[in-house]
Every structure is written in structure tokens, then in C-alpha cells.
């Protein structure tokens, strides 16, 4: 590796490292976030739910979250169980459980606004320009640097 490349990485890797940060457990944030996810999950999923934090990355006025639906104390969601499955035949039949939740949010105010979510993704849709133009700070192994 030539060393104009070596220098090139380092200088450039604390910068993709510090493009997101991830609010800590239990801080007023992370709360606002969740709890904005919670009301999208709940109409889908069915209420009484908590969420296992794969991702949960903020950078300026937007951010990302991975995460796990479940019932209090650790329930397996079951999709042909939930508002979502009454609804989508295609989710109550061929969605896997534990079911993934993936959203974009959006800051607005003091709010944070889900503007694209899914359940159960097999893809990563939000790799789309379209995401990444707005998202990619927060998306770094989907998006190039924005």
C-alpha cells in the first residue's frame, strides 16, 4: 500500500467514524426517537411494544434506526398476528419472526418524524440515492460519504 494512500485512510477515517453518534440508553433522546418508532410499530404491529437497539444513529437533523419489535419481556412478535398481517396477506404469511424494523427519521422541531420505515426488509432500500443523499452520514456502509 503506498503511503499516499495510507495517509489518504487515516485522514479520512476519523471523519466517517464522527459523521453519526448514537445517543446513550435511558437519555431523552433516544426516548423521543423510540417513542416516535413505537407509534409507526404499534399501528403495524399491535401495541404494548419495546424494541431491541441494533442501530440507533443521529447525525444533525436526521437519523437511523435498526431495530427488533418485541413484546414486554422479550415476546416474538408473530406476523400473522399483528394489524400489519390482517391487512397484508403477502406479511402474514411469508414475514419471518423475529421481525426487523428499519426507519429513517427526520427532525422537526423538537420531534422526530419517521419518514421511511419498513418490516422484515431483505434488501437494503435504503442504499437508494434518494436516501443517501439526505441519510448517508448516518448510513455509512450503504451510502459513499455525502
Partial sequence: MSLRLLTSLLV??????????EPERGSKKRQKILD??????EWSLGEDIEFVVEHLRISGRVAYASLQPQ????????PAETPL????????????????????????????VPIEYSFGATEAWWDDPLYCSEWGRVLPEWCAPQ
Fill in 36 to 41: 416516535s418508532a413505537r407509534a409507526v410499530a
Fill in 85 to 112: 398481517g390482517d391487512r397484508d396477506p403477502w406479511f402474514a404469511e411469508e414475514a419471518y419472526a423475529p421481525i426487523d424494523m428499519d426507519v429513517l427519521f427526520r427532525r422537526s422541531g423538537a420531534m422526530w
Fill in 71 to 78: 413484546r414486554p419481556g422479550g415476546g416474538v412478535i408473530q
Fill in 12 to 21: 479520512l477515517l476519523p471523519t466517517v467514524a464522527l459523521a453519526f453518534s
